[in-house]
């Protein structure tokens, strides 16, 4: 049973999340032992429970934030996802590499016949049976996706969904030893592997959520003896940390959101903004009739809607947000703030209507057409189709606008930046 203020409830014992704050008083501190897990493998699940029954814990600490156990447990509520924050303010971006990764892990778990997270699972029910308290002691998973994907300079990013999108569809796939993933040495190659493609990325999800579990594990050391289950890459870091515990970096600082930054993708945005702007003047300037201005509008609002409605049709969206897409297209890709696709995407939504359950059933899908069948994807997919022919559409438009009225010829344009 799930109360309001965060705590997941049971009669035998109390999962609890740690707050961030610092230890107090003079408690002396009892002894954390580290479990590293492989977070598909059936061999973690015995090795937990093993543990966790030999040694018998006051505190079994598990690499869990609320969210993810909630997930994990199946008790997201049954909800209407708010689709306007989702499509806004880069969020769709953040959601779109958590899925990824989700996807990706769960590929491996059925390969391997082990749910991504059993061990943890089995930590919290072990506990339960030998009278251990549980607490969550992981970062909070939207922080760490939001700094995660602000961490990524543009190329980071290319990279990393370059090395993903063939991971998800299952090409040039290796082998994978599960029995020898959580040796140190192993999982030192997989961290330094990942460091190629982004090292500050590799910062948030691994080096900053070493320090922020250390640090709460040493909290709750003075409340008992703890046992920490975490995944294999964080074993060897938390150590670290443990050794020096005066160094660990206060909670505060790992917490906080990113702050807004100047990107190469707004950078790109007021680029072309600044391209559309110096087209409207020239038609203006050198159109010799109001025929010809007449010309410009109407190319730019068929290319322009036409391609976007174009992307929700191949989306397989609602007619209606094809429609959507038709008309505000041209006036969205005058303004670098908005995007045809958040008209369409709502649109989308509101027939849909999407809900947290589909966010976890997306998750489980395991084709595409699986992902088509799902009504969030579906809002997603029309989203990004949709701005996606929208971009496409202003730069034919462009083209055939200079081109139909003899404005500049990008022929003539081309071979003189050449």
Not at 82 to 100: A, P, R, T
Not at 237 to 245: D, E, K, N, V
Not at 287 to 299: D, E, K, Y
Request: charged share 20%; with cysteine.
């Amino acid at each position: 049973m799930e109360n309001t203020e965060g705590k997941i409830e049971d009669t035998a014992f109390a999962c609890q999340m740690v707050e961030p704050t610092e230890p107090t008083g003079s408690a002396e501190a009892h002894e954390i032992i580290i479990v590293g897990t492989a977070h598909v493998s059936e061999k973690s699940v015995q090795e937990v429970t093993r543990a966790i029954e030999e040694t018998k814990p006051d505190i079994v600490a598990v690499e869990l934030c609320p969210a993810r156990y909630r997930a994990l447990t199946g008790q997201e509520e049954e909800k209407e996802i708010k689709i306007s924050e989702l499509l806004s303010g880069g969020k769709l971006y953040f959601f779109l590499v958590q899925w990824f990764l989700a996807y990706i892990q769960k590929k491996i778990g059925d390969e391997m016949g082990v749910k991504p997270g059993s061990e943890m699972l089995a930590a919290i029910e072990t506990a339960k049976r030998t009278g251990a308290r549980v607490a969550l002691v992981d970062r909070d998973v939207g922080i760490t996706i939001q700094r995660f994907w602000s961490a990524m300079g543009f190329l980071d990013k290319v990279r990393l969904i370059g090395s993903l999108i063939p991971a998800a569809l299952g090409w040039g796939k290796e082998e994978i030893d599960i029995d020898t993933i959580t040796q140190e040495d192993i999982v030192s190659q997989m961290i330094s592997e990942f460091r190629k493609i982004s090292p500050a990325a590799a910062n948030v999800l691994v080096d900053e959520r070493d320090a922020y579990l250390a640090r709460n594990l040493v909290q709750l050391s003075k409340q008992g003896r703890v046992l920490a289950v975490v995944g294999a890459g964080h074993k060897e870091g938390i150590a670290r940390h443990l050794a020096h515990p005066e160094d660990i970096p206060a909670l505060e600082g790992l917490n906080e959101k990113p702050s807004r930054k100047i990107t190469v993708a707004k950078i790109f945005g007021v680029g072309v903004s600044l391209l559309i702007l110096a087209t409207i003047g020239l038609v203006l300037i050198k159109a010799q009739s109001s025929q010809n201005i007449l010309l410009a509008f109407g190319i730019w609002f068929i290319v322009t809607g036409g391609l976007s409605a174009l992307g929700v049709v191949l989306a397989r969206g609602h007619p209606l947000s094809a429609l959507t897409a038709l008309m505000v297209a041209w006036m969205t890709t005058l303004n670098p703030f908005v995007a045809a696709g958040w008209f369409a995407g709502m649109v989308e939504a509101w027939k849909q209507k999407p809900t947290v359950a589909d966010l976890r059933r997306l998750a489980q899908a395991s084709s595409f057409d699986q992902m088509m069948q799902n009504r969030l994807f579906k809002v997603i997919l029309v989203a990004a189709l949709a701005n996606l022919g929208a971009m496409a559409g202003t730069f034919l438009g462009i083209y055939l606008i200079w081109q139909r009225l003899g404005l500049i010829n990008p022929a003539d344009l081309l071979k003189g930046i050449l």
